[in-house]
T-cell receptor
Framework: KAGVTQTPRYLIKTRGQQVTLSCSPI?????VSWYQQTPGQGLQFLFE???????NKGNFPGRFSGRQFSNSRSEMNVSTLELGDSALYLC?????????????FGSGTQLSVL | SQQGEEDPQALSIQEGENATMNCSYK?????LQWYRQNSGRGLVHLIL?????REKHSGRLRVTLDTSKKSSSLLITASRAADTASYFC???????????FGQGTTLQVKP
């Protein structure tokens, strides 16, 4: 079974631009979560989608948005990029909700904002 | 803010020694999980312990949970150089994909 796939692996953007990151979950997984990881703040929860609906949202500005498609693939978008958005963005999928399931993470997208 | 705080922030040991990492959290939880992350990569799930469990084992890993103290510990026995990584505890309060991660402990195992 293929793991969680995130594309692209690396991305370099300049301030003010926008970016879209993609995540393909493990086949059969219906929940996709997104996390931002930085050396200073650690892992911060962005949002979680389940069956195309955003079910949870972290404390990030509206510039950060996401969506989930009917095949469970997910995208997150960051508009008007700031230097502080430079981070490793991790996507994770899980199989069944309601029982504290473990997350399966992708390798992440390393975003650098110049 | 982070739910979990981990201690120590960094740990360096010799191969064959045991490594113990601690995690404290603030609010009630449904379960607590431990993950490992190799540099620049995604996290890998190690073990999940539910709030009504006190201890759990998986291979060389032993996890304890004390809900009265809101703390957990991860013990890696007979460590190997390949165990070198960052270890994170994560708490689940809502049984959804929203895990709250601690800052992590960076473990270095010297051969």
């Amino acid at each position: 079974k293929a793991g969680v796939t995130q594309t692209p692996r690396y991305l370099i953007k300049t301030r003010g631009q926008q970016v879209t990151l993609s995540c393909s979950p493990i086949s059969g997984h219906r929940s996709v979560s997104w996390y931002q990881q930085t050396p200073g703040q650690g892992l911060q929860f962005l949002f979680e989608y389940f069956s195309e609906t955003q079910r949870n949202k972290g404390n990030f500005p509206g510039r950060f948005s996401g969506r989930q498609f009917s095949n469970s693939r997910s995208e997150m978008n960051v508009s008007t990029l700031e230097l502080g958005d430079s981070a490793l963005y991790l996507c994770a999928s899980s199989l069944v909700q309601g029982e504290g399931e473990k997350l399966f993470f992708g390798s992440g997208t390393q975003l650098s904002v110049l | 803010s982070q739910q979990g705080e981990e201690d120590p922030q960094a740990l360096s040991i010799q191969e064959g020694e045991n490594a113990t990492m601690n995690c404290s959290y603030k609010t009630s939880i449904n379960n607590l999980q431990w993950y490992r992350q190799n540099s620049g990569r995604g996290l890998v799930h190690l073990i999940l312990i539910r709030s009504n469990e006190r201890e759990k084992h998986s291979g060389r890993l032993r996890v304890t949970l004390d809900t009265s103290k809101k703390s957990s510990s991860l013990l890696i026995t007979a460590s190997r150089a390949a165990d070198t990584a960052s270890y994170f505890c994560a708490t689940d309060s809502s049984n959804t994909g929203k895990l709250i991660f601690g800052q992590g402990t960076t473990l270095q195992v010297k051969p």
